[in-house]
């Protein structure tokens, strides 16, 4: 592990929200910067860094402005980088380098997202975005494109709907524990793949809750951390990559993951045998396999395998993944990389529900995938650890 960290998360809060019918946008921005925040031990007047991503389309067309304007933020550097819901895992790497950068000391970013309470207000078809002439006119939506990559890698490596399943079976165990979570009530394996088909080879529960939210955490200097009396959690290293349809040569079986997994943890000075937990997207359960395999947890192709007889299960698994019960179970508000991040810091501090509390948590990703599998997105890879060890 490598001893030159510039950056730590030094506090983290999710609102317990799911649904806020009541509370606007800017609200709810509001009250997880306060809690994290406080968690931290530090004040408004601190921060002089603020990150959040485009996704706030209800707080005007410059989110950062109007959310800096909104919480009384004096900054000297901020950034609203949007790839979807690797954004805010992205955001960890942005504040660090901000912070290393010396363009400030106490980066706040937050996330706020009111998904299952509004729709969004879009055209059905927008000829002057590029994808919508060639992809979306025939279909190319979110579900179909992931039942896509899902059912070419069962093609390729004779991945099971069962095998998938056993992905949010792990997760609705863990989301047993947490009082927040959409979804509380465990599922078995058989549950998953008689639940109705939604897009083959892809079943309801296969899919994300869709849910309001938001989430915010800090990332402070050395220097700043040295003050506070709350422990902190050192990203080690961050590592980002695009995967697109490469001029025809697109692979559905492969990620993003394959190299922003890579120079994470080549920056960070582990391999993927020192990860003690994981926060993986889970958008769907096929982009869980996914992502694991390009993260190198296993082979290409053995990604099913891998996930068998409750590995992914807390807290004596192969590799405890999503313990508050993921995008899957948990929560989903919009971007889901900011929850990945908040569960990973609670693990390294001890402070995970106790049931899915891994012992001795020493090294800890988060991972972010956003756009789609099927077509071309992002992917974003954090590695954090306690400190100390």
Request: proline share 3%; glycine share 10%; aromatic share 6%.
């Amino acid at each position: 592990m490598t001893d030159d960290v510039d950056a730590y998360i030094a506090g983290a809060f999710e609102h317990p929200t799911r649904d806020a019918p009541d509370k606007s946008i800017a609200q709810l921005h509001a009250e997880v910067a306060a809690g994290a925040l406080e968690d931290a031990g530090l004040a408004t007047d601190d921060v002089d860094g603020y990150f959040t991503a485009g996704e706030n389309y209800q707080v005007g067309r410059y989110p950062p402005l109007a959310m800096a304007d909104y919480l009384g933020l004096d900054v000297s550097y901020f950034d609203s980088t949007d790839d979807g819901g690797s954004a805010y895992v992205n955001h960890v790497g942005e504040a660090a380098a901000a912070i290393a950068h010396g363009k400030c000391d106490v980066a706040l970013v937050t996330l706020a997202g009111r998904m299952r309470t509004y729709e969004r207000d879009q055209p059905e078809h927008d000829d002057t975005i590029l994808q919508e002439n060639f992809e979306r006119i025939y279909g190319a939506e979110t579900l179909p494109v992931y039942a896509l990559a899902a059912r070419r890698h069962m093609h390729e490596y004779g991945t099971t709907s069962e095998q998938l399943a056993e992905i949010r079976a792990a997760a609705a165990h863990h989301a047993q524990y947490n009082e927040h979570a959409m979804y509380q009530e465990p599922v078995s394996v058989e549950d998953v793949v008689e639940s109705r088909t939604v897009s083959d080879p892809l079943h309801l529960l296969d899919c994300c809750v869709v849910s309001d939210g938001a989430g915010a955490f800090v990332v402070v200097s050395e220097e700043v951390r040295r003050q506070l009396s709350r422990e902190c959690v050192a990203v080690l290293g961050h590592g980002a990559a695009v995967e697109h349809h490469d001029a025809g040569r697109v692979d559905l079986t492969r990620t993003a993951a394959r190299d922003s997994g890579r120079r994470a943890f080549s920056r960070a000075g582990v391999t993927t045998d020192d990860v003690d937990y994981a926060s993986i997207y889970d958008s769907f359960t096929i982009t869980v396999l996914q992502t694991l395999e390009d993260l190198g947890f296993c082979e290409k192709g053995e990604g099913g395998a891998f996930v068998e007889d409750g590995a992914l299960k807390a807290p004596h698994g192969v590799l405890p993944f999503n313990t508050d019960g993921g995008g899957l179970c948990s929560n989903h508000p919009d971007r889901g990389g900011m929850t990945k991040v908040i569960e990973a810091v609670r693990q390294l501090r001890g402070e995970a529900n106790p049931e899915v509390q891994v012992p001795d948590a020493d090294v800890a990703i988060a991972h972010g995938t956003g756009g789609y599998l099927g077509t071309r997105h992002a992917g974003s890879t954090a590695v954090l650890g306690r400190v100390g060890r």
